[in-house]
Nanobody, 119 residues
Framework: QVQVVESGGGLVQAGGSLRLSCAASGNIFSIHAMSWYRRAPGKQRELVAGITSGANTNYADSVKGRFTISRDNAKNTVYLQMNSLKPEDTAVYYC?????????????WGQGTQVTVSS
């Protein structure tokens, strides 16, 4: 009933920028929070950034000062502006949406978008 779709990934040189988007759609009453996670080769999935409906944000220490998360509540969309990208940022980035539906509250995951940073 709820769909989450990421976009904006791609290949960029170190020091460059990318802007990821995540749009949620379907039978949604409200969204408590939207977050970005990533999985790099050989590593566990980690939280990159999160934002609540009240615009409270949190970031992984490794991306503070470089990444900015924002949202458009009217569009049920969250963005991740990634600046000063490093090769270690290379990963599949996943959007997580904590949404309230008619059946309850669920965490819904997108299918991921690849970010590759070349050196």
């Amino acid at each position: 009933q709820v769909q989450v779709v990421e976009s904006g990934g791609g290949l960029v040189q170190a020091g460059g920028s990318l802007r990821l988007s995540c749009a949620a759609s379907g039978n949604i009453f409200s969204i408590h929070a939207m977050s970005w996670y990533r999985r790099a080769p050989g590593k566990q999935r980690e939280l990159v950034a999160g934002i609540t409906s009240g615009a409270n944000t949190n970031y992984a220490d490794s991306v503070k000062g470089r990444f900015t998360i924002s949202r458009d509540n009217a569009k049920n969309t969250v963005y991740l502006q990634m600046n000063s990208l490093k090769p270690e940022d290379t990963a599949v980035y996943y959007c997580n949406v904590r949404a309230v539906t008619k059946l309850g509250t669920y965490d819904i995951w997108g299918q991921g978008t690849q970010v590759t940073v070349s050196s």
